[in-house]
């Protein structure tokens, strides 16, 4: 039998990453909806479509260090935000972490998808990428099947209803 301490440090662990992924998926599933068209949007925009086809024109190394250059200056105010919401800036931190998450929405994911076929061609990157996706994709699953996600899922439903019952004109169905 292993020692009780790590699996009690498992327990934790594992609590603390699905409220983590919970809390990120939920935010997610909220605010995705509303930057959607936005993008959509942008990405029509005559500008947007030659960035798009200029960026899938590019060497490889070209588009990681296109992509390299706004994470490294978005992500990293995710993390800000957080720390701000952590220790008592609520406000402060939410807001700089929206901000965060919208710039890199409209940075970093459409460079990555423009360049995505480039970048696949970087074999560490590729490698990197696919295990970046099992690990994530284990991590919704996890939380997926907690009483946590079910709630979770349950009130954004809930919350989505209510929203579209004040947008939505009265007398329409």
Request: no cysteine.
């Amino acid at each position: 039998m292993g020692n009780p301490l790590t699996a009690v440090m498992r327990v934790i662990g594992r609590a603390i990453a699905t409220v983590i992924v919970v809390v990120w998926l939920v935010f997610e599933v909220l605010l995705l909806p509303l930057v959607r068209p936005v993008v959509h949007w942008l990405g029509r925009l005559a500008l947007f479509e030659k960035l798009g086809a200029v960026i899938g024109s590019l060497p490889p190394y070209a588009v990681l260090v296109l992509l390299a250059i706004p994470f490294v200056l978005v992500e990293p105010l995710k993390a800000i935000g957080l720390y701000w919401i952590a220790t008592g800036l609520i406000v402060r931190g939410l807001a700089l972490f929206v901000f965060a998450h919208l710039v890199s929405l409209l940075t970093l994911d459409r460079i990555y998808h423009a360049g995505h076929t480039q970048l696949m061609q970087i074999g560490w990157f590729a490698r990197l990428m696919t295990w970046l996706i099992s690990l994530r994709d284990r991590a919704f699953a996890m939380a997926r099947s907690t009483p946590a996600w079910r709630w979770s899922a349950e009130t954004v439903a809930k919350l989505r209803t209510w929203v579209r019952t004040l947008i939505e004109p009265a007398g329409r169905s």
